[in-house]
């Protein structure tokens, strides 16, 4: 059975807490694994509230989110209209230098992809597309 | 979000609950940040109750141990559960912390030094 879900969220801060309570509750009555289900909140956050800051710059155009979920295969994709931005392509963060010099900055993306089994990025019809797919069962 | 505060002589116990995310962080950083200005400067921060931390709730740690002069004597995390040591791990920031196994052992940590 393919379970699908699609919503508009306003692009705000606002909006990125709309959709990653939509994907806990979209979790909850497809019976993913809670114990994993983290994952996915989490890198909803990092990718939405990055286009809220950098992409759209306060412009607060909606973003499409999709949420499915088949053949074991949980796949979220993010949908914005903000100018060309391809989070893969963002620099590592700083991992390892000492607390009074530790930058911030790019944890979030890199986060993600180590959280997520499988991200795309793809620019399509001056949009941007952000698919990540997580797989709950798979070994880790 | 729900932050619980607890005193045990010089040290303070701050036990946020739910998610530290981008929404949730800034709440958080308030709050810190308002102990940080009180003069405090032994603190414990208790994340059993946490569920997730985001880059925004790292952030906000990471200004929170820059705040108490980065000595690691003067702040302890305790009750990290699967998912918030998973992301301290991934981060890079298990080094930065002085991580306790429970409560009583954090407080006892930065009451001692």
């Known amino acids: 059975m393919r379970a699908v879900e699609e919503l508009s969220v306003p692009g705000t801060l606002a909006g990125v807490r709309q959709a990653v309570d939509a994907f806990e509750q979209f979790g909850r009555s497809r019976e993913l694994p809670p114990r994993d289900a983290w994952r996915v909140l989490l890198a909803l956050d990092e990718i939405l509230s990055n286009i809220v800051r950098h992409g759209l710059a306060g412009s607060r155009a909606p973003i499409d989110v999709t949420f499915s979920f088949a053949d074991g295969r949980v796949v979220v994709e993010i949908v914005d209209s903000a100018e060309a931005f391809n989070p893969l392509l963002a620099p590592a963060p700083d991992t390892s230098s000492p607390l009074d010099q530790r930058q911030p900055g790019g944890l979030g993306i890199a986060l993600v992809q180590q959280l997520m089994d499988e991200i795309e990025y793809e620019r399509r019809d001056e949009r941007n597309h952000f698919v990540m797919t997580w797989r709950p069962d798979a070994d880790r | 979000m729900q932050i619980g505060e607890t005193r045990a002589g010089a040290v303070v116990t701050v036990a946020p609950a739910g998610r530290i995310d981008t929404t949730t962080a800034p709440v958080l950083e308030q709050h810190l940040t308002a102990l940080l200005a009180a003069g405090e400067r032994r603190i414990v921060v208790d994340f059993s109750g946490v569920d997730y931390i985001s880059s925004a709730g790292l952030r ?20 990290l ?23 009583d052992a954090a407080v006892h940590r930065v009451g001692s030094q």
């Open chain 2, 60 to 79: 906000v740690m990471l200004l929170l141990a820059r705040g108490l002069g980065g000595g690691k004597g003067s702040l302890a995390l305790c009750g």
């Open chain 2, 81 to 103: 559960g699967e998912a918030v040591r998973h992301v301290f791990q991934l981060a890079g920031f298990l080094p930065l912390f002085t991580v306790c196994d429970s409560r």
